[in-house]
């Protein structure tokens, strides 16, 4: 079956510096890869996520890159805010009927002002 | 109302009680799923539902019992409970099961005294 790995596991940075996580996989049928923060007291919220049929995702000052070769995915934080501040989650699939999200076990970001 | 719902948001008790979770969506997808998320663990599925049918049960044990009687509600039947139980539980769902993004809800903090 799949299994994530994410690094680091904690990370803190300056206000308006770049924040990189770290994911890889071992299923190379897994084909989306979705990126949660989670918020105190909330649950995950989708931030960004992309497909196997492309290498970069952008979003504002949020961006996945995919290396299919390597199986490993990245999630990019530009231009830091306190607000930026959660737990990360990156999650992998297979677009197959009954399989599921298998998440990393999360990355804590702190972003000091 | 909108988005993925759940109640109680916190719940107490004891090894012996019978209590539910409570999940409902409202927005019209096909897929729902309940998840554990304990310290320092990654997020454990615990059971997929699709149109209503389970599709998917992660080796949870008998003392967790899901109901799904329509598309937009799903309950997390809990009964004779070990304090090892005691975990945030959040529910999500997704317009089909598999590789398609999931929301979640804000999640029930358990405590199992």
């Known amino acids: 079956g799949e299994n994530v790995e994410q690094h680091p596991s904690t990370l803190s940075v300056q206000e308006g510096d770049s924040a990189v996580i770290k994911c890889t996989y071992s299923d190379s049928a897994s084909n989306y890869f979705p990126w949660y923060k989670q918020e105190l007291g909330k649950g995950p919220q989708l931030i960004i996520d992309i497909r196997s049929n492309v290498g970069e995702k952008k979003d504002q000052r949020i961006a996945v890159t995919l290396n299919k070769t390597a199986k490993h995915f990245s999630l990019h934080i530009t231009e830091t805010q306190p607000e930026d501040s959660a737990v990360y989650f990156c999650?992998?699939?297979?677009?197959?009927?009954?399989?599921?999200?298998?998440f990393g076990k999360g990355t804590t970001l702190s972003v000091s002002s | 109302e909108t988005g993925v719902t759940q109640t109680p948001r916190h719940l107490v008790m004891g090894m012996t009680n019978k209590k539910s979770l409570k999940c409902e969506q409202h927005?019209?997808?096909?897929?729902m799923y309940w998840y554990k998320q304990s310290a320092k663990k990654p997020l454990e599925l615990m059971f997929v539902y699709s149109l209503e049918e389970r599709v998917e049960n992660n080796s949870v044990p008998s003392r967790f019992s899901p109901e799904c009687p329509n598309s937009s509600h799903l309950f997390l039947h809990l009964h004779t409970l070990q304090p090892e139980d005691s975990a945030l539980y959040l529910c999500a769902s997704s317009q089909v099961a598999g590789a398609d993004t999931q929301y979640f809800g804000p999640g029930t903090r358990l405590t199992v005294l």
């Open positions: 999650a992998a699939i297979r677009d197959q009927a009954g399989t599921a999200l298998i």
């Open positions: 927005l019209g997808h096909n897929a």
